[in-house]
């Protein structure tokens, strides 16, 4: 149980640092004033995450390493892919979340490797579907093809309002 509440934890976390972006964007008098905070909730999220998957290894998989990574039989094996996947994405970003390593990498591709993030944000909720349901590659399919259509959709009207 710990181990789920530590997994919403850091999507809550996480969620939010990525968030506060956009938001600031479409309403800058409200939400620029929480930029400053996309750091440390995404460091926190980050180590949450870490938590998460330490908790799980235990409780969940009795810290049966081979079991949880490669076997057949293991019912969320993928599930558990996109988690360390994610992590590692993470992990990256908060390993280089440093002025120093603004310095280093250059702004433009520091700000293009913490960008990475929202595909990682994006494997997380796919963790989560994995790891929840039965039909988690059928969840994840009916989401994709509901964005194609509304992506579409706005496509078509944008092209009928340039027509116009």
Known sequence: MMNKIAGLL???LLGTSFLIGPLSYFLPQV???FKIYRKYLGISGFAVAVIHALLSFYSYFNMNLAFMLFDSKNEHLLGVWLGI???LIFLTMTVTSTKKAIEMMGAA???KLQTGG???LGLVM???IFMETNNGLFIILVVLIARLLVLL???KKKKKNNNE
């Open 109 to 111: 591709n520091w700000k």
């Open 85 to 87: 996947l994610a992590i």
């Open 118 to 120: 929202y595909l990682a």
């Open 10 to 12: 850091a999507l809550m």
């Open 153 to 155: 959709l706005s496509l």
């Open 126 to 128: 796919a963790h989560f």
């Open 31 to 33: 939400f620029t004033q």
